[in-house]
């Protein structure tokens, strides 16, 4: 656990880190019956695993101890991160990271309409940004109605948000890849633009 890639079991289960056993226990039991790779509609084996991997540590008394050690320590340094990042980038920043993500959600919204939302530690993983400082935008983006949370508890845009995105232009890193759709098995490259 004190390696450089940290899980975030209570993100993979999409719990609060004050969640009891019993909350832990429901929402495995939704999460598993979702992504088990038998259910034809919505079964992912590498979502199955994520959550089993985060239901073995966190439903276990001792094993939770010890990651909540290694959680607060890493959501520690994340603050640190956050204050020496506010402290240099201003609003221009802000709104060139707002623009990335709604960029991210039109482009998987454009790939599979049927399936448009993303999971937030999906999102933390490509950007690399704290999920403190994605918390900041996404609840711009809601309060804008420019996305909005799915049936999955995942974020998709929202037509306001379709709108917003296409008068202010795509906008991401050369090397940013959506995560590989286990429908449509290819990747797509996101457009490079410059946040100036």
Known sequence: ??????????????????????TIERIYRLLAKRYHPDNKKTGSLDKFNIINKAHQ???????????????????????????QISSHDG?????????????ILYIKCRENPSDPGIGLWHLEKMLGWPENVMEFHFWYLKEKSYIRRDENGQLAITVTGVDKIEQDGLVLGKDRLLPESTEE???????KDDPT
């Open 91 to 103: 609003y221009e920043q802000d709104l060139y990271n707002r623009r990335c993500l709604l960029s």
């Open 57 to 83: 540590v966190l439903s276990n008394p001792e094993k939770r101890a010890a990651y909540d050690v290694v959680y607060e320590e890493k959501k520690n340094h994340q603050w640190q991160a956050i204050s």
């Open 1 to 22: 656990m004190n390696s450089i890639a940290f899980d975030d079991y209570y993100e993979d289960l999409q719990i609060s880190p004050n969640a009891d056993l019993e």
């Open 185 to 191: 098995n290819h990747r797509l490259k996101l457009i």
